[in-house]
């Protein structure tokens, strides 16, 4: 994928707070109808590069795109096809449901194309983030879950073509998790660009295609989920009972382990072979970069143990991307 057919892309994006540094060098590129999850640590800074894609913040340094227009320069015609859901919005406290919505879709009735039409029915759309009930509530009566539904419907009320979507889920119920599962399933099958940030592993493998993690102020990890799992879970446990005492052992090579215990003498009453989760390679992952420690991370073969151009034969076998750059 090349900047130039991607929906989304930065090269080199920098991002200094003052004397702080939180974007060292993020380059990324997301294709038309991806859906990908933003990972990373409390303040890795994915809120600020989501920030700089919406246009809200203007980074330090590097080159950002979305949908082929700088961010923070571009057009308000730019503005109507993307769709952003904050972190919070706590304004507007006296309006209504229907109304505030009704309010802010009058913005994108110019922006309606042959191909897109804008904005989203109001009606329809609290139906979809299951608000239907509460359309005359007032904004400041609603609880943390259905503010959240209410903000996910302002970032789709003019049926964007990208949607950036920061930890939208937080606070939600599992019902309202899972309604809304649904509702990013429904976009993705629109051919909806979707960047969303999340701290919760088992969302982002429901819902991305794709997951980066973002950390030491760069992505050091890209791949699909399993990628990701294949390539960082290289360690898995073997757990056996040999004449009633438990054993748990850590393997890289669990099939020869397997074959040893099994050649060893002793009746097996109980076998399991379990490998690393998403979450324990993504937790060994940032802490292999926040330590700057030599652990496992650097063979999941996510981070080379030295910088490369050249694609290594597991990297190409499964598509993760390497970081050519020490971290
Ligand atoms: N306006 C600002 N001025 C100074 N520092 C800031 C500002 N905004 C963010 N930061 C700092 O930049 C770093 C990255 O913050 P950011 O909110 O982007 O991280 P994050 O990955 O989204 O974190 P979290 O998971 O906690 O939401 C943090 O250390 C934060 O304190």
Redesign the pocket.
Known sequence: MTGTSATISTTNLR?Q??A?R??DDVTLSIGRGEVVALL????????????ILEGF?VPSGGEVSVLGETPHTASEAWRARVGVVL?SWRDHGKWRVEEFLDYLSLYYTDYATPEVQRPWPTGDLLERVGLGAKKQRRLDRLSGGERRRLDVAIGLVGRPEVLFL??PTAGFDPQARHDFHELIRGLSDLDTTILL?T?DLTEAELLAGRILV?AGGTIVADGSPDDLRHRMSATASVRYRRDGQLHNESTDDPVALLRDVLARPGEITELEVRRASLEEAYLALVHQVETGAETQAASFGILPDEPTDEPTDDQADTGVEPVDKEV
């Open positions: 991002m707070y003052a702080t939180v974007l990373g640590p409390n303040g890795a800074g994915k809120t600020t590069t989501i920030e913040r972190q920061d930890e940030t701290h973002l």
